[in-house]
């Protein structure tokens, strides 16, 4: 079971920004305590289960669009961080020309995929488009036999699965050969897709930040970084491999 995190924002009410995350309120209050200048500051008390992280994850076009359509609730991963609950940004991977991820804006806003673009459509390629809240994540356990029931070899959850067999495939969107030949005798995850919410304007990938961008506001000898220092050094400029945190809303 995940732990519940309490920490203390101290927060500049002149500018509303984050100056300090602090593992308890005296830690807050030294730090307000020893601060120079005008500013008033003002502690907030935030007790959330992953403190300051959300995931980014990289999907394929064609799964990317089962789900903007509502047919996949369901994402299958080799890795997972198997005890979150939170929010999970999606990004589109770029692919190539023949497989662009596109939206109809003239009939109900349907995603769909198609080749070169020759037409306004604007493609989705290598952009975040929207997100889903993860409330739960069921290890994919690999029976070292095959057993009757899943003749694949593989179970669903540790005690009572909560996801039956079939229905696994059904709202994942994959066949059992092709769930096989991705985790083969390997334990996965299943990442339950909830609340998705699709951009009107999708993002680019280097509008999101490191989970360090508001902790570390100091370099290695105790100066005060910049916006801008804070920027360069903790930007997101390359698309995950698979998914990473990022800095939490």
């Not at 198997?82 to 939206?103: A, M, P």
Request: net charge negative; proline share 4%.
């Amino acid at each position: 079971m995940a732990k519940n995190y309490t920490k203390y924002l101290v927060i500049d009410k002149q500018t509303n920004e984050i100056t300090m995350i602090a593992d308890n309120e005296k830690s807050a209050n030294d730090f307000i305590n020893l601060s120079v200048g005008d500013s008033i500051y003002v502690i907030e008390k935030v007790e959330m289960r992953y403190f300051g992280r959300s995931i980014i994850i990289s999907i394929h076009p064609e799964w990317v669009c089962k789900i903007l359509n509502g047919e996949k609730t369901l994402e299958i991963r080799k890795l997972f961080p198997k005890d979150y609950v939170g929010w999970v940004f999606i990004y589109v991977t770029k692919g190539d020309d023949n497989n662009r991820l596109c939206r109809d804006e003239h009939y109900g806003k349907k995603f769909y995929l198609c080749g070169p673009i020759t037409h306004n459509f604007e493609s989705l390629n290598g952009k975040v488009v929207a997100k889903f809240w993860c409330d739960k994540v069921e290890e994919i356990t690999a029976y070292p036999f095959e057993a009757p029931e899943h003749p694949r070899g593989y179970r669903i959850g540790y005690d009572t699965p909560s996801i039956e067999w079939y229905k696994l495939l059904d709202i994942s969107c994959l066949t059992e050969d092709e769930l096989f030949d991705y985790l083969g005798r390997n334990n996965g995850y299943a990442i339950h897709i909830s609340k998705l919410e699709v951009f009107d304007k999708p993002m680019l990938i280097t509008m999101f930040r490191k989970p360090e961008f508001n902790k570390n506001i100091y370099d290695d000898n105790g100066n005060r970084l910049s916006l801008f220092e804070r920027l360069r050094k903790y930007s997101i400029t390359k698309a995950p491999q698979s998914w990473c945190y990022i800095e939490g809303e």
